[in-house]
């Protein structure tokens, strides 16, 4: 699923951009997030089972705990990545597209422990 995600995003989107931006410089800031932010996919598919399951079993406090992990690590990647501060490379627009990635894979991250240990 996450692997037709990226395909269709990265062959549909700029089309359906290019037709929507009119401003050229927009749209290639645009287009060039997406396809960054587009392999973020496999861990925001794998975060939405985790929700589903950790919802379903009633442990939603492992929910929060991972949620508020990932949402704190997306701000501070955020602020380091677009603006280049505590000693990372300023990426403006395209820092956000890493830092989301890099929260999901840290949320995913958060839980594998986790889900490890319970189900043993």
Do not use: C
Not at 73 to 98: C, E, M, Q, R, T
Request: glycine share 10%; aromatic share 16%; proline share 3%.
């Amino acid at each position: 699923m996450a692997a037709a995600g990226i395909v269709l995003t990265y062959t549909v989107a700029p089309w359906i951009l290019r037709y929507s931006l009119h401003d050229t410089v927009l749209f290639g800031q645009a287009v060039r997030f997406l396809k960054i932010r587009i392999w973020g996919l496999p861990f925001l598919y794998i975060y939405q089972m985790r929700n589903a399951l950790l919802v379903g079993t009633n442990q939603g406090r492992y929910l929060v705990a991972g949620t508020a992990a990932e949402a704190v690590s997306n701000v501070l990647l955020d602020y380091a990545l677009i603006f280049g501060h505590f000693g990372l490379p300023k990426l403006g627009f395209n820092g956000a597209a890493i830092a989301s990635i890099v929260a999901e894979f840290l949320g995913w991250r958060w839980y594998l422990p986790l889900s490890i240990t319970r189900h043993q």
